[in-house]
């Protein structure tokens, strides 16, 4: 069972930029694809972006443009940078495997083993 540890989250003005990490407890390479997802306050988790480990990205519409997600398996780590920054990308950020197979995401499978997350928040 992979252990997943986010870090990185802070209080910002509107504008600024985070980068935020994630280090997996195991080797992540074998994982096809890995993601980020957020959840606001009472709202649903909703899926961010996601790398495969060739490099492929994906993004939900309103965060293209200004996060970028990348990994590096010899860290076991996924990053996300986040720039320009608006009130509402105000949420926790997780991350976790994404199921990507005939060249698609499919980030509505729940591999479950959630961490703990990593708190965002902006002001403006």
């Known amino acids: 069972q992979v252990q997943l540890v986010e870090s990185g989250g802070s209080s910002v003005q509107a504008g600024g930029s985070l980068r935020l990490s994630c280090v997996a407890s195991e080797n992540i390479f074998s994982i096809n694809a890995m993601g980020w997802y957020r959840q606001a306050p009472g709202k649903q988790r909703e899926f961010v972006a996601a790398i495969t480990s060739g490099g492929i990205t994906n993004y939900v519409d309103s965060v293209k443009g200004r996060f970028t997600i990348s990994r590096d398996n010899d860290k076991n780590t996924v990053y996300l940078q986040l720039n320009s920054l608006k009130s509402e990308d105000t949420a926790v950020y997780y991350c976790?495997?994404?199921?990507?197979?005939?060249?698609?995401?499919?980030?509505?499978?729940?591999?479950?083993?959630w961490g703990q997350g990593t708190r965002v928040t902006v002001s403006s």
């Open positions: 976790n495997a994404v199921a990507y197979y005939g060249g698609r995401f499919n980030p509505s499978v729940d591999f479950g083993s």
